[in-house]
């Protein structure tokens, strides 16, 4: 069942009641459209003391389309409009959250952090037609595949037919591009009869630039106490303190007013949470940037949003924040948060095996002894001063009881999409060391997350794409150009003329992962990996086993890493891995606790089944507790005694 929140418009016995905040309006009207867009009609809304501006209308249902006149300025789209059928410019739509029959109730949830395994993906990237019932279709391939978590790269409108998402701007209408509200219920109660999670990614540091009307409604939506790299920043603070580094200077009577506000601008977004969790059955969240979140109140609106969220239903809910300062506090009962998208292991795992160094990954050496580091705290910088800024990054993680406090990755939308040319890390390595680092994430404790045709190292890039208008889009190309100028295979304008243009068509279809491949050559012999990997987790007590004691991780050398996962009355499974380099041979019973230990071998990243023409590696062999590589590879051993 549905809930109501504050705002919005909402179907009930007597019509449509409509509901909109706009404290500073003098009147505000609803006014109604046909669907060629031609008005017909026109009703006032009454203000109460909050400044909320209600009217019940029999003459409306489900269906209706319309806007808001504030004042004689307009009219303009819902801000908390559940559909734009016609884009973020046209009218809204009213939908009725509870006219769709839901047959998941005898989903669960996962029931541990420790069992997630999450597949990224974009809808419109993600299959040829880039819709929610096509992504439907796809269930049954994620299902066998192994994964049990779904996560959608942002949903809510945006301007134009493609973007990644993050130049949102209705945030309680999803994306009219993939298909109708009820088609994503449908996707998540499919999703869930399947057996599989579906996490949503929210963003809440910004809205988009190009059809974000909430100043309309209410200036102070916005604050100018706080900055974003992307856009005027949520009013979220209650409080009157000011950022010592914001680049505007803010009265104490702008401070003031924008806290006595933030009070419905925080219930706005946390209501906004509430309405996916609730009204869509998701089971938790991505939440985008949350260091760029700024919010001096208590408590926090990230804690008021995770709480509220957690308390409205009878099932696990999970969120994750993406969050580079790598702050344990983020992760406690008080802020509700379950983890963190921990980008060090994906850096050092990169600079490790294709040599990256600038920009962030001059902070990373990808050394063994730093990889060991990275997997056994649950990121690299817990409080050391990094290369580039000089300033300390970090607090230590080893008082979380789990690993699954970090959700780890080689691939995700960012790392793939903000390279220049969306080149993924299977496009610049050989796959040996690409099927070597990929067991290393899937073996690891962390909470592994793949991006979508990861598993079969697809041919497609992820490349940056969007579809502003023509005035917008001109500087959103040249921006993104002249940001690559710093690099040095960018240096020459000429070269940096062949960065794919974000609003070429060609660039967001170029993007879409290409299904014909994934059942020929190296293609099929990497996702026959992926899938048997990812079997193994499930199966294996000590792989779906995150407890932070029952880890070892060993630099064996300079090249080769060790794990060893435990579970009381279970098989020890010890992964062995080189993800670089040539034949070496280790002694396994040099290793803490091994000494007397007898080793079967369970796969190897080389075996037949996972071997690709390119490769000349044979599969490491295992001789009592010698173990040679002859090549990048990964090797799983059981403890056999």
């Known amino acids: 069942m549905a809930g109501r929140t504050t705002f919005g418009a909402f179907p009930t016995e007597s019509g449509v009641e409509f509901s909109v905040w706009a404290p500073e309006a003098k009147t505000l009207q609803a006014v109604f459209f046909d669907k060629e867009s031609k008005e017909t009609g026109r009703k006032e809304l009454q203000r109460d003391s909050e400044g909320i501006w209600k009217g019940t209308f029999k003459d409306a249902s489900v269906g209706t389309r319309y806007k808001y006149m504030v004042g004689d300025q307009g009219p303009f789209p819902d801000p908390a409009s559940r559909f734009q059928p016609e884009g973020v410019h046209g009218p809204s739509q009213v939908v009725d959250s509870n006219s769709f029959k839901w047959t998941d109730q005898n989903w669960k949830g996962i029931d541990s952090l420790d069992k997630l395994t999450i597949y990224e993906l974009h809808v419109g990237t993600f299959t040829k037609e880039g819709t929610y019932k096509a992504l439907q279709s796809k269930l049954p391939y994620l299902k066998e595949l192994g994964v049990n978590t779904i996560e959608i790269l942002p949903l809510s409108d945006f301007p134009g037919r493609w973007n990644w998402g993050y130049d949102g701007v209705a945030l309680y209408s999803p994306c009219r591009a993939y298909g109708t509200p009820e088609e994503l219920r449908e996707l998540v109660n499919a999703a869930h009869n399947q057996g599989l999670a579906v996490l949503i990614d929210l963003v809440y540091n910004h809205l988009g630039p190009d059809g974000n009307y909430l100043s309309c409604y209410n200036p102070r939506y916005f604050t100018k106490k706080h900055d974003t790299p992307w856009g005027a920043a949520l009013n979220y603070d209650r409080s009157t303190k000011t950022d010592e580094d914001s680049s505007t200077e803010v009265s104490a009577e702008d401070s003031k007013l924008d806290a006595q506000h933030a009070t419905n601008v925080r ?296 794990l060893t996962r435990k579970f009381e009355g279970a098989s020890t499974i010890v992964s062995v891995f080189q993800l670089k380099g040539g034949e070496k041979t280790i002694d396994l019973g040099s290793l803490k606790g091994l000494s007397s230990s007898k080793f079967e071998t369970v796969l190897t990243s080389q075996d037949d089944k996972y071997k690709t023409d390119d490769s000349k590696v044979a599969a490491p062999k295992l001789e009592g507790s010698k173990l040679t590589f002859f090549g990048p590879s990964a090797v799983v051993l059981r403890l056999s005694n």
Not at 407 to 431: P, T, V
Request: glycine residues 6%; proline residues 4%; contains cysteine.
């Open 267 to 562: 219930k706005y977004v946390v209501e906004n949470g509430l309405y996916y969790i609730r009204d869509f059955h998701f089971d938790g969240a991505r939440l985008d940037a949350t260091h760029a979140i700024i919010d001096y109140s208590t408590p926090h609106v990230l804690q008021d949003l995770v709480r509220t969220c957690k308390s409205a239903v009878n099932r696990p809910i999970y969120f994750f924040a993406e969050d580079d300062r790598n702050e344990a506090e983020l992760i406690s009962k008080e802020n509700g948060l379950d983890g963190l998208w921990a980008d060090d292991f994906h850096h050092q795992v990169r600079v490790h095996t294709n040599g990256d160094n600038e920009s962030y990954f001059a902070n990373f050496t990808g050394s063994i002894e730093d990889l060991a580091t990275t997997i056994r705290k649950g990121w690299f910088y817990v409080g050391q001063k990094t290369p580039t800024t000089g300033e300390t990054r970090g607090t230590d993680p080893s008082k979380l009881d789990r690993h699954s406090h970090s959700c780890n990755c080689i691939q995700n939308h960012d790392q793939i999409g903000n390279r220049a040319m969306g080149e993924r890390l299977h496009h610049q390595i050989k796959l040996d060391s690409y099927k070597a680092a990929s067991s290393l994430l899937l073996l690891s404790p962390e909470v592994p997350m793949i991006f979508e045709g990861q598993e079969w190292a697809t041919s497609s890039p992820f490349q940056f794409f969007t579809d502003h208008n023509a005035d917008l889009g001109k500087l959103v190309t040249e921006g993104r150009r002249k940001e690559f100028g710093k690099f040095a295979a960018f240096n020459d304008p000429k070269i940096r003329e062949k960065i794919p243009d974000p609003q070429a068509e060609s660039t967001f279809t170029n993007s879409k992962v290409n299904w014909e491949e994934r059942e020929s050559g190296n293609h099929a012999a990497v996702y026959n990996l992926y899938r048997d990997l990812y079997q193994l987790r499930s199966k294996e007590p000590a792989l779906h086993n995150a407890r932070r004691n029952d880890l070892q991780v060993d630099a064996v050398d300079e090249t080769v890493l060790a």
